[in-house]
């Protein structure tokens, strides 16, 4: 259904996205402040959605798209919560 | 004391009716020679809004009701009882708290109030709850005001039933359609699955959802305007997305942060929402904080500010939920609203009931925990 | 005619969401604090992620996969600026300051006065200086 040459371009794409998504770990290591952090983290988990979304074209396996769609929302609940946790240290969630 | 004078804002809220009567009967407690109650409505701003004159109705009729309550309760004491009313806000924008807090504390030094009875489920409006901001900005004020301490049963019972039939079905129309977009619109067993589950979240959740009821009348209308929004907003995201790349790739890195803030004229709820979400997808503003109607916005580049403050978001948000004739409304710039604020302003008075304005990097103090305690204790 | 059209337009639109998402990569690992990485961090990225995601399903045709493209891209464009704010709040509610232009130091910038524009005035006048105080105010740039 989808030409061959497509479906390397977006492999390749994929990669480039996993080596951005690598370069964000240097602000997730090196970051001042927790905020910081957090954000590269969030960034990564957006750049994750998109890698598995272009694998799923890629490879021709769509439900990768299930777990792109479960890890949106897993990588969005993660920033709420730790923001939250961070302003109110010791209480609850 | 001769004279008591009370302060009760009324709304149509469920215990409006124990309220005017705690009012009643705790302004005859000191015996005065006479009790003057003055009633008033606040009406929140949506000049603009089709539907004003109905609100000013029910206003009207509202307040017939209350001063008829008045009277009832006043029956039999000796006590001389008189009753004022009033209308705020007709000629005032009443959008947050703070406005609503600024319009009773200006009443109140006109007809020399002596105490301002807050329902505890006051809420003019059909905007979010108001009434613990409006406590904090009363605080502020130099108005006493008691809240009346009525039973509060009836909160109660609206959590564990249908807040409304509208709310129900709208959400179990969204639920059940996300449902099937994941699922097999046409196989029986996910049909039957998410009725069930569409049922359910419905049933749980649809008094948390919306701040305001949907209605047959405006939602159809705000979605389609929604989706003419949507390529603008597209547009717009893209034409400063472009702007902000040409500077970070710049070696030189010209960017001017500065932190403002923006008197925003949204009502709170989605509309001030979908505005604050819009400014921060908009790259060069990021609104950092939404307190009522003021936002407070970081921003990169000059550009950048310069489009917040000429306001073609707000108009658009406006033209979304109340239609073309609300959109024209003069910018953010020439109304004044709009104000850049001087490093220093995070930690220095960033929010007066939180305290969170230790300049150390300490988290605000939590009332959980003995250590903060003895933190204290060790600086003292 | 139509293919290549089809196979551009999937190209093209790889080519920007990538582009978008390298310039919020190197806005993030070069800006200088949390709140101006916020912004490239949750808004360049929601494009370069939009767009690619938007070549995704254009690549997959009319099918049920790429009507989880298009939720999949609904759904981040509402949730990164929701997740930005609140890491933005959460940095100014424990009292981080947001870095502002000469020295690093908020306190001695021109932008103290709080009403009018000296602190634009001043920026403009010399680009140069930026440079400086890139380097100078945080050191983490890693280029």
Same mark, same amino acid.
């Given at each position: 259904?989808?030409?061959?040459? +497509?479906?390397? $371009?977006?492999?390749? @794409?994929?990669?480039?996205?996993?080596? &951005?998504?690598? /370069?964000?770990? %240097?602000?997730?290591?090196?970051?001042?402040?927790?905020?910081?952090?957090?954000?590269?983290?969030?960034?990564?988990?957006?750049?994750?959605?998109? +890698?598995?979304? $272009?694998?799923?074209? @890629?490879?021709?396996?769509?439900?990768? &798209?299930?777990? /792109?769609?479960? %890890?949106?929302?897993?990588?969005?609940?993660?920033?709420?919560?730790?923001?939250?946790?961070?302003?109110?240290?010791?209480?609850?969630? | 004391?001769?004279?008591?004078?009370?302060?009760?804002?009324?709304?149509?809220?469920?215990?409006?009716?124990?309220?005017?009567?705690?009012?009643?009967?705790?302004?005859?407690?000191?015996?005065?020679?006479?009790?003057?109650?003055?009633?008033?409505?606040?009406?929140?701003?949506?000049?603009?809004?089709?539907?004003?004159?109905?609100?000013?109705?029910?206003?009207?009729?509202?307040?017939?009701?209350?001063?008829?309550?008045?009277?009832?309760?006043?029956?039999?004491?000796?006590?001389?009882?008189?009753?004022?009313?009033?209308?705020?806000?007709?000629?005032?924008?009443?959008?947050?708290?703070?406005?609503?807090?600024?319009?009773?504390?200006?009443?109140?030094?006109?007809?020399?109030?002596?105490?301002?009875?807050?329902?505890?489920?006051?809420?003019?409006?059909?905007?979010?709850?108001?009434?613990?901001?409006?406590?904090?900005?009363?605080?502020?004020?130099?108005?006493?005001?008691?809240?009346?301490?009525?039973?509060?049963?009836?909160?109660?019972?609206?959590?564990?039933?249908?807040?409304?039939?509208?709310?129900?079905?709208?959400?179990?129309?969204?639920?059940?359609?996300?449902?099937?977009?994941?699922?097999?619109?046409?196989?029986?067993?996910?049909?039957?699955?998410?009725?069930?589950?569409?049922?359910?979240?419905?049933?749980?959740?649809?008094?948390?959802?919306?701040?305001?009821?949907?209605?047959?009348?405006?939602?159809?209308?705000?979605?389609?305007?929604?989706?003419?929004?949507?390529?603008?907003?597209?547009?717009?995201?893209?034409?400063?997305?472009?702007?902000?790349?040409?500077?970070?790739?710049?070696?030189?890195?010209?960017?001017?942060?500065?932190?403002?803030?923006?008197?925003?004229?949204?009502?709170?709820?989605?509309?001030?929402?979908?505005?604050?979400?819009?400014?921060?997808?908009?790259?060069?503003?990021?609104?950092?904080?939404?307190?009522?109607?003021?936002?407070?916005?970081?921003?990169?580049?000059?550009?950048?500010?310069?489009?917040?403050?000429?306001?073609?978001?707000?108009?658009?948000?406006?033209?979304?939920?109340?239609?073309?004739?609300?959109?024209?409304?003069?910018?953010?710039?020439?109304?004044?609203?709009?104000?850049?604020?001087?490093?220093?302003?995070?930690?220095?008075?960033?929010?007066?009931?939180?305290?969170?304005?230790?300049?150390?990097?300490?988290?605000?103090?939590?009332?959980?925990?003995?250590?903060?305690?003895?933190?204290?204790?060790?600086?003292? | 005619?139509?293919?290549?059209?089809?196979?551009?337009?999937?190209?093209?639109?790889?080519?920007?969401?990538?582009?978008?998402?390298?310039?919020?990569?190197?806005?993030?690992?070069?800006?200088?604090?949390?709140?101006?990485?916020?912004?490239?961090?949750?808004?360049?990225?929601?494009?370069?992620?939009?767009?690619?995601?938007?070549?995704?399903?254009?690549?997959?045709?009319?099918?049920?996969?790429?009507?989880?493209?298009?939720?999949?891209?609904?759904?981040?464009?509402?949730?990164?600026?929701?997740?930005?704010?609140?890491?933005?709040?959460?940095?100014?509610?424990?009292?981080?300051?947001?870095?502002?232009?000469?020295?690093?130091?908020?306190?001695?910038?021109?932008?103290?006065?709080?009403?009018?524009?000296?602190?634009?005035?001043?920026?403009?006048?010399?680009?140069?200086?930026?440079?400086?105080?890139?380097?100078?105010?945080?050191?983490?740039?890693?280029?």
């Amino acid at each position: 259904m989808i030409p061959l040459d +497509i479906n390397e $371009l977006f492999l390749v @794409g994929a990669a480039i996205f996993v080596v &951005l998504a690598i /370069a964000m770990f %240097y602000r997730a290591v090196a970051g001042p402040t927790t905020q910081d952090r957090l954000l590269a983290v969030n960034v990564l988990g957006t750049n994750t959605v998109v +890698i598995l979304a $272009l694998l799923a074209a @890629g490879l021709d396996q769509p439900w990768f &798209l299930d777990v /792109a769609l479960i %890890y949106a929302l897993l990588n969005f609940l993660m920033a709420i919560a730790i923001s939250k946790f961070t302003v109110e240290r010791g209480g609850v969630l | 004391m001769a004279t008591e004078r009370l302060l009760v804002p009324l709304s149509e809220s469920p215990t409006v009716r124990q309220t005017v009567a705690y009012a009643v009967q705790s302004g005859l407690e000191p015996k005065p020679e006479t009790l003057v109650c003055h009633l008033v409505v606040a009406l929140p701003y949506e000049a603009d809004v089709p539907g004003e004159r109905e609100s000013l109705e029910e206003t009207k009729r509202l307040l017939e009701r209350a001063v008829s309550w008045v009277n009832e309760d006043a029956t039999g004491v000796d006590t001389d009882v008189t009753c004022e009313t009033a209308v705020l806000g007709k000629d005032a924008y009443l959008f947050g708290p703070k406005d609503y807090a600024e319009t009773f504390e200006a009443y109140a030094a006109e007809h020399d109030i002596d105490r301002l009875i807050l329902d505890p489920e006051y809420n003019p409006g059909a905007s979010a709850p108001l009434l613990q901001p409006l406590e904090r900005e009363l605080a502020r004020t130099d108005v006493s005001f008691v809240e009346a301490p009525l039973e509060r049963s009836v909160t109660h019972e609206r959590f564990t039933g249908v807040a409304s039939w509208s709310r129900f079905l709208s959400l179990f129309v969204v639920s059940f359609g996300f449902y099937l977009i994941l699922g097999d619109p046409l196989y029986w067993f996910d049909l039957v699955t998410g009725t069930a589950v569409g049922l359910i979240v419905a049933f749980t959740l649809s008094h948390v959802t919306f701040s305001t009821a949907p209605t047959l009348r405006e939602t159809p209308g705000r979605l389609l305007r929604f989706t003419l929004y949507v390529p603008y907003l597209l547009g717009e995201i893209i034409r400063a997305n472009l702007q902000i790349s040409l500077v970070i790739l710049r070696p030189s890195m010209p960017i001017n942060p500065t932190v403002t803030t923006l008197r925003a004229r949204v009502r709170s709820g989605l509309p001030l929402l979908g505005l604050a979400n819009s400014i921060t997808l908009t790259p060069g503003t990021l609104t950092v904080r939404a307190n009522d109607q003021r936002l407070v916005v970081h921003t990169l580049i000059d550009d950048a500010r310069e489009d917040l403050f000429e306001g073609g978001l707000e108009r658009a948000i406006r033209f979304v939920f109340h239609g073309r004739r609300a959109a024209a409304i003069p910018t953010p710039k020439e109304r004044g609203d709009t104000e850049i604020l001087a490093p220093g302003y995070i930690s220095g008075s960033s929010q007066p009931s939180a305290g969170a304005g230790s300049s150390n990097s300490d988290p605000p103090e939590t009332t959980t925990d003995g250590a903060d305690a003895s933190d204290g204790g060790d600086e003292a | 005619m139509i293919d290549t059209l089809y196979v551009g337009a999937i190209v093209v639109l790889l080519a920007l969401g990538v582009f978008f998402t390298f310039v919020s990569a190197m806005g993030v690992l070069r800006l200088p604090d949390v709140y101006a990485r916020a912004h490239t961090a949750s808004q360049t990225d929601t494009l370069g992620a939009g767009l690619a995601l938007a070549a995704v399903a254009l690549a997959l045709g009319w099918q049920q996969a790429s009507v989880y493209t298009v939720l999949l891209l609904f759904f981040v464009f509402i949730t990164n600026p929701t997740a930005a704010h609140a890491i933005a709040r959460s940095a100014a509610e424990m009292g981080i300051e947001p870095w502002s232009g000469a020295d690093g130091d908020p306190s001695s910038d021109g932008g103290a006065v709080p009403d009018g524009g000296e602190p634009i005035d001043e920026r403009s006048s010399e680009p140069g200086h930026e440079r400086e105080t890139t380097e100078g105010s945080h050191g983490g740039d890693p280029r």
